[in-house]
């Protein structure tokens, strides 16, 4: 199914205290980034997006300098800046970093036996359930990103869920990059079952094991080793967007509450 026009709100994207209007470009492009209506490869068209934000060029190029350092754009002396690619290349070092923070996540809330952190990542457990249940590719896969960011929010820890929000974003810019295009596994794997059942039983060396197997799974998967291999997963298929087909919305909120 086509990308839909107007981006989705994106669990990569943080609440921030008294934003300022550089805060909300940011917040915007990356939406419209997770979202797939800035599509890999594209050109940050400058004149357009600040007309479609009602802002001016000068702090769009600055949001869109802290997005090149997050990885999420890149910038080429003379040939601007464009959505960033993660590739094959990248993606053992983005999912180790994944099992990095989500597990210390995860021991987090186990050490304070937090029954509401765990309520919240259940609520988002069962959301993903729900949305596997169809074939809507977006929704499965915005499910399963939400699941994985709830148990890291749910730590309470803000440092933790800001290096969780960039990590989410480039976990989508590595599904859009795909050769195969962007596929989402709909069968919910064991391993989602087994962090679940391991932050209910309280045991961290078993929620950070099933952790890591959902993440090496999820790479061999990406890199076509599970087809390789032989093991077939049940999966749905998105159809990309047309090209240049996005829309981003103005920020309205009034500039007076933004100092």
């Excluded at 940011?26 to 997770?34: G, K, S």
């Excluded at 300098?65 to 993606?91: F, S």
């Excluded at 970093?97 to 597990?103: D, G, I, T």
């Excluded at 059942?197 to 950070?208: G, K, R, S, V």
């Amino acid at each position: 199914m086509p990308h839909p026009s107007a981006h989705r709100n994106a669990p990569a994207v943080l609440r921030v205290h008294r934003p300022s209007t550089v805060d909300l470009i940011a917040t915007e492009l990356r939406n419209a980034i997770y979202s797939g209506a800035l599509a890999v490869r594209s050109p940050l068209r400058e004149v357009e997006i600040a007309r479609q934000l009602g802002v001016s060029r000068s702090p769009l190029r600055e949001a869109a300098q802290r997005l090149v350092q997050e990885g999420l754009l890149t910038a080429k002396p003379g040939q601007g800046m464009r959505v960033a690619v993660v590739g094959e290349d990248r993606l053992d070092d983005l999912f180790e970093a994944r099992v990095a923070v989500e597990s210390h996540a995860a021991r987090m809330i186990i050490d304070k036996h937090d029954d509401a952190a765990v309520a919240k990542v259940q609520r988002a457990f069962e959301h993903l359930l729900q949305a596997a249940e169809g074939n809507d590719a977006r929704a499965i896969g915005d499910a399963d990103l939400d699941f994985h960011f709830a148990l890291v929010d749910a730590a309470g820890n803000a440092h933790l869920s800001r290096y969780m929000s960039t990590l989410v974003a480039e976990t989508r810019l590595a599904a859009f990059s795909s050769k195969r295009g962007y596929i989402v596994r709909k069968d919910i794997t064991q391993s989602h079952h087994g962090i679940m059942a391991a932050l209910q039983d309280w045991d961290a060396e078993a929620a950070a094991d099933a952790i890591r197997e959902h993440m090496v799974e999820a790479v061999d998967r990406l890199t076509g080793v599970l087809e390789e291999r032989g093991v077939h997963v049940e999966t749905v298929t998105e159809e990309p967007a047309p090209a240049g087909a996005y829309a981003l919305g103005p920020i309205t909120q009034p500039l007076t509450e933004l100092s």
